[in-house]
């Protein structure tokens, strides 16, 4: 026989919290902020992102089979975003 879990009857995972899930869920992150490194660039779907050895420029892989080569500096602009592979097209 199968033992209960899902979404209703969650099932701990060795060793987790010693067998016994938390009584509430977490609260807010506190001490801490984000900050924009890129302000002047927008990317739909970005999966991942990478140096370059070798260099000051990064590689930025998305979701829709794009990969786009830019300066690792906060004052890059869309203009200097070059795409290196296009999987879509």
Request: proline share 12%; glycine share 8%; charged share 10%.
């Amino acid at each position: 026989m199968a033992q209960a879990g899902g979404l209703d009857a969650p099932q701990p995972v060795n060793p987790f919290f010693n067998g016994v899930f938390p009584s509430v869920a977490p609260g807010q992150a506190t001490g801490w902020s984000t900050e924009n490194a890129f302000p002047n660039l927008k990317f739909i779907d970005p999966l991942w992102l990478t140096p370059i050895p070798g260099s000051t420029n990064l590689l930025l892989v998305g979701k829709n089979g794009q990969i786009w080569r830019f300066p690792n500096s906060p004052a890059t602009t869309q203009a200097q975003v070059v795409k290196v592979l296009d999987r879509v097209s």
